[in-house]
């Protein structure tokens, strides 16, 4: 009837998870709860019902967009300071970054071109926290190069802006950004959410990708 009220309250898995997506860090802080407080103001029809939980739905995914979006500026500001800070502690010198905020610090040369998008790139890695902790390297799997196409989304997107700037035979460290790694998701006990990285890599080859198999697989390695 017009002039009651509710409040609801659901849990925020059963927004995010069929759509595939994480609980953004700030719902979890909250307990991972929303709550919605409601009036009725009116009775309407069953159209002008459909209507007005589409545009509720339109402004919730809205505002949504928006704090996980200064979430995510919070937590980029905070990288940025926690990886100049390893610079430093770490004297890594002659560091240079990407547009994207990734930091590679060239300790061998290579030669030739750079790899363009679409390019298969072969690589030695080892992949570690801050702290040290490593968490995955070319030589858990068996010691050959990891091989991926570069721009196809199959590897974290550090990785594609880092080895970006890389050429054949280079030697590199990669200091790559929470966001630019598995955000606020992290992969699994290995990796913590919010976690910057570090890679030391090897480009062992840059060529031109053969063709995809029909209903083909991207390679295995570093998980996405």
């Known amino acids: ?32 709860v929303i709550v919605i407080n409601v009036k ?4 309407i029809s069953q159209q002008e ?10 402004k919730m995914m809205a505002e949504q ?7 995510a500026e919070t937590q980029n500001k905070k990288d940025e300071v926690t990886l100049q800070d390893y610079l430093k502690k770490n004297n890594l010198t002659g560091a240079k ?14 030669t030739g071109a750079m ?5 298969q790139v072969s690589l030695q890695y080892k992949g570690m926290l801050l702290s040290g902790k490593e ?25 594609d802006e880092g080895v970006a700037m890389l050429n054949k035979g280079a030697k590199a460290t990669l ?15 290995a990796i913590p959410a919010n976690s910057p990285l570090r890679f030391d890599i090897e480009v062992v080859d840059i060529k031109d990708a053969p063709a995809a198999p029909a209903g083909g697989m991207a390679p295995t390695g570093p998980p996405q």
Do not use: C
């Open 40 to 43: 009725t103001d009116k009775l």
């Open 175 to 189: 200091l790559i950004p929470s966001s630019l790694a598995y955000g606020e998701r992290g992969s699994g006990p």
């Open 49 to 58: 019902e459909q209507a007005l939980e589409q545009t509720l739905q339109q």
């Open 135 to 159: 968490f995955d390297s070319s030589a858990k799997h068996g010691g050959s190069p990891f091989s991926y196409v570069t721009g196809r989304g199959q590897v974290i997107p550090g990785w």
């Open 65 to 71: 967009q928006k704090q996980m979006q200064a979430y």
């Open 1 to 32: 009837q017009p002039g009651d009220s509710a409040v609801f309250r659901f849990n925020a898995d059963s927004l995010f998870k069929p759509q595939g997506r994480p609980v953004p860090g700030f719902l979890k802080k909250s307990g991972n």
């Open 115 to 119: 790899p363009k998008a679409g390019q």
């Open 97 to 110: 970054k990407t547009p994207g905020g990734v930091y590679y610090i060239i300790t061998q040369p290579g």
